[in-house]
């Protein structure tokens, strides 16, 4: 949900991406929650905090009627809805601002060897030397050495060099802090 600025659309969001079509004159929250009533299944809503109440309407509509329903939210604060669970992600370790780990696969920066790790799953023979190292402890920092977001963007790789994929990290937590704070 990273990319949505609007709270009132994230039931909507969430029923494109499942594929339920609203009702007129109904409340769409009601619409997803009768739909997925029946099932069995994980919804993750990714990247919250800054739809946090709409987050947790939506939650609390879905969690009432669907006795197979599993969600898993990731965020930087809770929804304060029943029967949450919060687990803790501390950050991973990385190199102060101003320095650059070593390169290599010795290297002890828990956030790189992640992206070094992921990146290479993600495109065989990816390895950190000294033409990209910048780029990923860059990429790490501005994540925040967050494990999920370092993962989605490790995955990147296959498609994007790391300069760019550190470029739109930038732009991506920039906007975020902003509309945040």
């Known amino acids: 949900l990273a990319d949505l600025r609007q709270p ?6 969430v029923a494109a991406v499942l594929g339920i079509a609203e009702e007129p004159g109904r409340p769409l929250v009601e619409t997803l929650a009768d739909a997925l009533r029946p ?3 994980l919804l993750v ?4 905090e800054h739809l946090i109440d709409a987050c947790a309407v939506l939650c609390r509509h879905i969690l009432a009627g669907a006795c197979g329903a599993r969600l898993l939210i990731t965020s930087r ?3 304060h809805i029943a029967g949450e669970t919060i687990w803790e992600v501390p ?4 190199t102060p601002a101003g320095e650059f780990p070593p390169a290599g696969d010795r290297c002890p920066q828990e956030a790189v060897r ?11 023979g990816f390895t950190i030397g000294p033409d990209n190292i910048t780029a990923v402890t860059g990429i790490c920092r501005a994540l925040d050495g967050l ?8 995955a990147w790789v296959r498609f ?3 300069d760019q994929i550190m470029s739109r990290s930038e732009e991506h937590t920039s906007e975020l802090q902003s509309h945040h704070d």
Do not use: G, H, N, Q
């Not at 992640?114 to 065989?124: E, K, M, T, V, Y």
């Open 8 to 13: 009132e659309l994230v039931a909507s969001r």
């Open 39 to 41: 099932r069995r299944f």
């Open 77 to 79: 604060e809770p929804l």
């Open 160 to 162: 994007l060099p790391v």
């Open 114 to 124: 992640l992206f070094a790790d992921r990146a290479a799953a993600s495109r065989p």
């Open 91 to 94: 950050p991973l370790s990385m």
């Open 147 to 154: 494990p999920l977001a370092i993962e989605l963007a490790a």
């Open 45 to 48: 809503l990714d990247t919250c």
